[in-house]
Nanobody
Framework: QVQLVESGGGLVQPGGSLRLSCAAS???????MGWYRQAPGNQRELVAR???????NYAESVKGRFTITRDNARNTVYLQMNSLKPEDTAVYYC????????WGQGTQVTVSS
């Protein structure tokens, strides 16, 4: 059974930084992993994705500001977020691809003055 647990969210000023972590169990290193986000009333959108081969995709809105990495030995995926904007405010979810997509419970990121 796949389990994903996000952590690292919080309240930050515009221009600040946060690092999100996703601790995974029951997953394979062959799975692509990703971060998605959703604000109330909005669609869930892809933020960043990394394949088993290391290919990375970012949403255009976060390119140059966010970095996704994975540590296969620790079954952990990270999202380093720099130069945060109020528009980045959302619940951030970890995703594991495989025979079926799996999702964590999410961690709240709030960017506000």
């Amino acid at each position: 059974q796949v389990q994903l647990v996000e952590s690292g969210g919080g309240l930050v000023q515009p221009g600040g930084s946060l690092r999100l972590s996703c601790a995974a169990s029951g997953t394979s290193n062959t799975y692509a992993m990703g971060w998605y986000r959703q604000a109330p009333g909005n669609q869930r959108e892809l933020v960043a994705r990394i394949t088993s081969g290391g290919r990375i995709n970012y949403a255009e809105s976060v390119k140059g500001r966010f970095t996704i990495t994975r540590d296969n030995a620790r079954n952990t995926v990270y999202l380093q977020m720099n130069s945060l904007k109020p528009e980045d405010t959302a619940v951030y979810y970890c995703n594991a691809e495989g025979p079926r997509d799996s999702w964590g419970q999410g961690t709240q990121v709030t960017v506000s003055s």
